[in-house]
C-alpha cells in the first residue's frame, strides 16, 4: 500500500473523505474510538482505506495496518460496520506489541463511507466545529452500531442525516457534543445502554501570517502540514501571493491600516506579522492588540517592540495587560536556529504551544499523559 | 529572481557552491561578515548570486537583495571582491530599515566564485569541520581583500590554496580559527592592520532515527529541512528505504544488535529511537547509552522506558548518571499536537535545542540575544 499517504497531514485526510464521498466510492473509515493506556495516536485518528488497498492518514505507527486492510475488506463486502479491538497491553506479544510498542488498547470503528458522513466533512471544509455522534453499542433500543447524529453549535440540538433515525437519539449528548465540539477532543457516553462515540471536530486553528517576504514561504509551509489553516497577509503591491506561497489556504493584499476590517480577527486566530517593515508592523500590531485574537507573534528583537510601545504611548493608545500577554516578541521558541527554517520551525513550534495552552518544555519533564484527555460528564441516567 | 530559492536550508547553499565550482560558474558569493544590532541573519550566511540573476540561499529577509544583484554585477565584472556595508540603524529610513525592520548594520563580502572556495565545500561534503580564513582588508602587508586560508583540525596549522600568498599569514590566527572551526562559529580578528574574517563551518549535526514505521517519514522530512545530516536506520527486512525516505542523507539496514558496530556513534550524533518494537528499542537503547552520543530520544510513554531500565537491572547492566541524562522520554517538547507531523515538528525541535545547547521557552523570556555570539581571543598584537 502507499506508505507515503499514511503521514499526511490531519486535514488532508478529511479533505480525501470529503473527495472520496463525491467520488461514490466503497472506502471504508476506521476511526480510533478508544484507547486504553498509551498509542501512537488518540480517539479520532481516522484512516480512509480504498478497495485497491491504498490508505490515507494512519491510525498506529504501522503494524496495524495491514490487519486493518483485511478487516476493511470484510467490512466492505457485507456491509456493515464493525468494531475491533487491539489489546497491545503485552509488550512482548509478538503479534500486535512489539509493532506499536506501547502499552494499550485501541478500539477502532470500521465503516463503510457513506452520506451519512458529508456533514462532517462539509462543516470541515466551511470551517465550522462540529461533532459527530456515532452509535458503538446499540443495547436493546432502535438505535443500532453506525448510526450518527450531528451537533453543529450554530443550530439546536442534534440533527441526524436524511433516512436516519432521528427521534431515538437522546437530548441529553447535546451538551457534552456542544463541549466536545468546541475543544476539537473526543468520548464515549453511555445512556443506559446505548453507547455513542462523540467526535469534536473543531476547525482548523487559523493562523494568519503578516508579510510577504520570502521568509514567509517557510513560515506558511511548516504551518500548513501542521494543520493550521494559514491566510497570507500582503500588503501594497504584492502580488502572486498564490504562487509564492503554495501552501497557504487563503491569501490578501490589502493596506496596513486595514487589516481589522479586511480580516476576521477572532479568539481562534493566531498571527505572525513578519513585514520587516516597522510602520506596517506598528499599524498591524496596534489592531491586533484590538483584537482579540489568541497570539501575537511579531519578528524582530525585543527593543524594536519597546521603540513601538513608545511610539503608541506618544499618541495616547494603550493596551490593557490581556492584550499585552498575547503578544510574543522575539516571535518563536528557544531553539537555536538561525536558517530561514530553523526559525520558520521555532516560530510553528511556538503557534502549536500556544494554540494547543502548552507550556513548552521537554515532554519527560511533563508530568500525567502526553495527550490531553477530556472526559464530559455523562448525563444523568 | 527565483524568490523560491530563498529559503533554502543552508546545506543546500554550500551544495550549490560546490555545483557552481564544478560548471567552472561565474558566479558571485555574499557572505555578511559583520553584523551589529540585530538582523534576521547571523555573519556567516550566504548567498549565491549566478549571472542570470537567480539567488540560492538569504542573507536578508528580502530587502537587500536587489542591491546585491546590482552590486554582484559589478564584483562580476571587475573581478575584484567588495565589502558593503548596509546601514539599517534607522528604522525610518526608507531605503533600508523599513525593509528589515532591524536596527543594524550588516557588513557584506562580495566575491567572485574561484576555486580558493574549494576545500571549504569539500570538507563540508565530507563532514569535516574547516575553518575558512578571508582576507577582510589587508593594511600595508602583502595580503589583500580576498586572499584566503584555511584551518582543518586533522591537520597543522593554516593550509592555503595552490597559488595564493602562504607565508604570509599569521600563525596567531590558527587558535581562533580552532575554535570556531569546532563551534561553526564566525569571528573578525584583526592583526596590526590585518583583519580576517574566520568562518567556522563546522559539519551538519548528525541524526540517526532508529525505524522504518511511516511515522519516520515526517521525522527525516523536518530534520533535513533543519539542517541535520539525517541516517536512517532499518532493521530485519527493511526494504526501500532510499525510496521511502527521499530526504534521508544515508540509510542502514542492519540488525539491533549490531547497531554500535555498524554506526558511527559520536558525541555529535543525535539519535531518535522509533522503531515501535519493544526489544528492537531496548538493544538499540542500551548500545547508545553506552556510547557518548549527544542525545537519546525514545518514543513511548515513560513507563515503557520504566519497564527497560527494569529489565536491564535485572540483566546487571547499569548505566551512568551522563548517559541517562543524555535520554529523553517521551521523545520531544511538549507542543500538544498529535497528528504525525505535529509529533515530529515536536521531536527536531527538542533535537535543535539540544543540538543548540537552549533550554526551550519563550524567546520572549531569554535575556540577550537571540543568536549566540562566539568571541575569541584575539591573538597578542
Not at 295 to 319: Q, V
Request: aromatic letters at 6%; a negative charge.
Amino acid at each position: 500500500m502507499t506508505r507515503s499517504n499514511w503521514s499526511v497531514p490531519e486535514t488532508e485526510v478529511l479533505q480525501r473523505v470529503h473527495e472520496r464521498l463525491d467520488d461514490d466510492s466503497a472506502d471504508v473509515l476506521a476511526t480510533i474510538v478508544d484507547v486504553e493506556g498509551n498509542a501512537y495516536r488518540r480517539p479520532g485518528a481516522k484512516m480512509l482505506l480504498d478497495e485497491a488497498g491504498d490508505g490515507v492518514g494512519s491510525i498506529t505507527a504501522g503494524c496495524l495496518e495491514d490487519d486493518l486492510l483485511a478487516a476493511a475488506e470484510s467490512v466492505r463486502e457485507d456491509g456493515r460496520p464493525e468494531l475491533i479491538t487491539y489489546d497491545l497491553m503485552d509488550d512482548e506479544d509478538d503479534v500486535w506489541g512489539l509493532g506499536v510498542g506501547c502499552n494499550g488498547i485501541i478500539d477502532v470503528l470500521l465503516e463503510p463511507l457513506t452520506e451519512t458522513y458529508r456533514p462532517a466533512v462539509e462543516a470541515f471544509a466551511d470551517s465550522r466545529n462540529v461533532a459527530v455522534l456515532t452509535v458503538l453499542e446499540g443495547g436493546d433500543g432502535p438505535l443500532t452500531r453506525g448510526d450518527r447524529a450531528y451537533y453543529h453549535p450554530a443550530g439546536e440540538g442534534l440533527t441526524t442525516p436524511e433516512g436516519t433515525p432521528a427521534d431515538e437519539w437522546p437530548a441529553a449528548l447535546a451538551d457534552p457534543a456542544a463541549v466536545l465540539a468546541e475543544r476539537g477532543r473526543t468520548d464515549t457516553i453511555e445512556v443506559d445502554d446505548l453507547e455513542v462515540f462523540i467526535d469534536g471536530l473543531a476547525a482548523p486553528t487559523e493562523l494568519v501570517v503578516f508579510g510577504s517576504g520570502h521568509d514567509v514561504g517557510p513560515v506558511t509551509e511548516l504551518a500548513a502540514k501542521n494543520d493550521f489553516h494559514v491566510t497570507v497577509v500582503g500588503f501594497r503591491g504584492s502580488v502572486d501571493l498564490e504562487d509564492r506561497f503554495p501552501d497557504a489556504d487563503e491569501t490578501v493584499t490589502t493596506s496596513p491600516s486595514a487589516v481589522a476590517d479586511e480580516l476576521d480577527l477572532e479568539e481562534r486566530t493566531h498571527a505572525v506579522v513578519m513585514t520587516h517593515n516597522f510602520i506596517d508592523d506598528r499599524l498591524t500590531v496596534e489592531q491586533l492588540l484590538d483584537s482579540s485574537v489568541a497570539y501575537i507573534g511579531l519578528m524582530g528583537p525585543h527593543d524594536r517592540f519597546e521603540k513601538m510601545l513608545a511610539e503608541f504611548d506618544d499618541e495616547g493608545r494603550t493596551f490593557d495587560e490581556d492584550a499585552l500577554s498575547s503578544l510574543y516578541t522575539p516571535i518563536g521558541l528557544d531553539l537555536g536556529g538561525g536558517s530561514p527554517y530553523q526559525i520558520a520551525h521555532s516560530i510553528v513550534a511556538e503557534v502549536l504551544a500556544v494554540s494547543n495552552d502548552r507550556t513548552p518544555r521537554h515532554l519527560r519533564t511533563r508530568e500525567g499523559h502526553i495527550h490531553d484527555r477530556v472526559t464530559v460528564d455523562s448525563p444523568p441516567q
